[in-house]
């Protein structure tokens, strides 16, 4: 198979979809490997790098678009990029498309084949090429808090760890899960006192034997979350219901009743966020103020420490990559229902309930697809 990777064009986006070895591993499998020159640079990785490894480097994204079976990027195709891909072919990517009609409509038209690393499940009940970076936005949430709380980024003036004699930052963090549990870690570690809130007994159950004694865990109802929201310092959005798009946990109205200054990192952003007043915005302009609290909405924030989120994304997409490579997208989907579950969109239909119902869509079944 021709397998083919741009340079991300998101802002800010430093990441890459493939690495040296991931093309390697590709290249002795017996697959052509395109990349686009410079597209690893952002990630520490040279064009000669996947020269050595065996690909071929383009020029141009066009031409990777145009002479590849299959694409492989990081971040959901920009509007630029879709007008690139066409009927017959396989992109392999991050999607999340419940909250972003027109890249749907897009994808839809394209005719292409399309696979969201976000809805790829595994035997455990997890998501295997989501979880790579959840667990660095997740340690990344309380670092970027911090800095949000400081006076002079519009923040209460609250440091995490508190000094001898003054109390910590009060952090509460919505949603145990991957992103969860790595920002509960890391905001324990920084001194805060942390809360974190889940709608899953069995999950809190999880954290509190894994974790009890570092930080706090709280049933997640509606009352609860406000009340423990209205104390905190420091509120991390980190809810998924997979595919889907968020539930909105804090109105509007209810910032009025948050303290002054407080500062919000909604994770949960690319699947729509889940404060109503969240939009995505990006690490060159990643902070603004609605009612006096502070809202971070990055969308990509892996990005931000691009050697260490593709060395750890392509860890997890490499086994899918080869797959899909090795024995086409249907075959491979066949032999593995999880990677089925990534279909989202084929030939022109919907293949995602979740995606479907947000965006008031028709769906039909990806065993239904698979078979077309
Ligand atoms: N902004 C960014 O750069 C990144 C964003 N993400 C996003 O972060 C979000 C979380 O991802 P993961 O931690 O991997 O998901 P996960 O599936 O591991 O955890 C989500 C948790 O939310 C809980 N939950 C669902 N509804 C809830 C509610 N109403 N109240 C409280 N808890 C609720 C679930 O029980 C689950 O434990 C996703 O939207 C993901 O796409 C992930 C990586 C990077
Ligand atoms: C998960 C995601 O959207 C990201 O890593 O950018
Ligand atoms: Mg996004």
Redesign the pocket.
Known sequence: MIIGCPKEIKPQEFRVGLTPNAAREAVSHGHRVLIETNAGAGAGFEDADYTAAGAQVLETAAEIFATAEMIVK??EPQAGERKMLRAGQVLFT?L?LAPDPDQTHDLLASGATCIAY?TVTDAQGGLPL?AP?SEV?GRLAPQVGAWTLQKANGGRGVLMGGVPGVGPARVVVIGGGVVGTHAARIAAGMGADVTVLDRSLARLRYLDDVFGGQFKTSYASAGNTLELAQAADLIIGAVLIPGAAAPKLISRAQLATLKPGAALVDVAI?QGGCFETSKATTHSDPVYDVDGIMHYCV?????AVARTSTIALGNATMPFMLALADKGWRQACIDDPHLLNGLNVHAGQLTYYAVGKALGLDVISPTVAIRQ
Request: hydrophobic share 45%; aromatic share 8%.
């Open positions: 990081v971040k991050y999340h976000e989501l970076m936005a690319d969308a990509n924030m892996p990005g």
